[in-house]
């Protein structure tokens, strides 16, 4: 527990934990201000780093910083830290997305900080699992991660995840014939290798995994037609592990609270072993995403569809230093 304003090196830790965080095509949306008298961090979207075309209400946007925030808390617990967080906490400005008091006294949370190793482990794999299943136990204890979030993780049966991926199909099909959508895709991924493209931002080739061969998983092809080298093709899993993970409502503080969700969800699942890629394909086209949701299940907004297995973990995207991240005042 603390009573005094953590210093800057570890108000800087924290903030390269949170920026570790999933986000809708690497861009990564998100700044931190410190106010170090106090002891409180803030989060900010960034519009700047927005997707107008693929995201335009900014539900990604804020799926992103809401995983973002749950990578700080769980580094704060594990640097013995109790923050206490609120969401949205100035209603006039919206791009306030969070706030974390990190004086708060308090014993830190014992199972955030027990994911702490799993925070610099974790990152898409766009590569092919095994046709393995997940255990039951292990499903269960992704949805409690979820629960814990304000959220619900849902497992559907073989034959919603088929008309799942054909929703995904069906998504990758309008986007191909949205050249505006095309383009902001094309501007966040870089067919070339990480150091050849020299940004700390995006996807780059290496990332983007094979094409799939006679099979079809919920995986974005971030290629968009574009020559990537090296890249080949490879069968992926034929029965994929999909979960769907939704909340109640669907405003933005419901984005924040999935935002940290998925990241529990996936650093759960790290931490059990598993290797996981998201994609939110059909859930950007509102006319593909009332679909998504299974019609016999209480969840009402899918937010994200989360492929989950066993397999080799895939390449780290790359990610902007602290220093363009955070302002201390």
Not at 57 to 76: M, P, T
Not at 305 to 315: A, D, H, S
Request: a negative charge; charged letters at 25%.
């Amino acid at each position: 527990m603390t009573a005094q304003p953590p210093d800057v090196e570890t108000v800087t830790a924290l903030v390269a934990d949170a920026s570790r965080a999933p986000s809708l095509h690497n861009a990564q949306p998100w700044s931190f201000r410190y106010l170090r008298d106090i002891g409180v961090l803030r989060l900010y979207a960034d519009p700047r780093r927005a997707l107008p075309r693929t995201d335009p209400d900014h539900r990604g946007l804020h799926i992103g910083c809401g995983a973002a925030l749950l990578n700080l808390r769980v580094s704060a617990a594990a640097a013995g830290l109790a923050p206490l967080v609120r969401l949205l906490p100035e209603p006039a400005y919206p791009d306030l997305l969070a706030e974390a008091h990190l004086c708060a006294t308090g014993p830190p949370d014992g199972e955030l900080a027990l994911l702490g190793p799993a925070v610099r482990r974790r990152h898409s794999s766009r590569l092919p699992f095994r046709d393995e299943a997940v255990p039951a136990a292990v499903r269960e204890s992704l949805s409690e991660a979820a629960a814990r979030e304000g959220a619900q993780l849902l497992f559907p049966g073989a034959w919603h995840i088929d008309s799942v991926l054909d929703l995904v199909r069906d998504a990758e099909g309008r986007e191909a014939a949205d050249p505006e959508v095309r383009g902001e895709t094309e501007r966040w991924t870089h067919p070339e290798p990480t150091g050849s493209a020299g940004t700390g931002d995006g996807i780059p080739g290496e990332a983007f995994g094979p094409r799939q061969r006679g099979t079809s998983v919920p995986v974005r092809d971030f290629a968009a037609g574009r020559p990537v080298p090296g890249r080949g093709w490879a069968p992926f899993e034929k029965t994929p592990n999909i979960a769907l993970l939704g909340t109640a409502h669907d405003k933005p503080v419901d984005w924040l609270c999935a935002g940290q969700a998925l990241e529990r969800v996936l650093l759960r699942a790290t931490a059990d072993g598993l290797v996981a890629s998201v994609t939110s394909q059909p859930l950007e086209w509102p006319e593909v995403r009332w679909a998504v949701r299974d019609p016999v299940s209480a969840m009402e907004h899918v937010q994200m569809v989360i492929r989950l297995g066993y397999g080799p973990e895939g390449p780290a995207s790359p990610r902007r230093p602290v220093t363009d991240l955070l302002d201390v005042l």
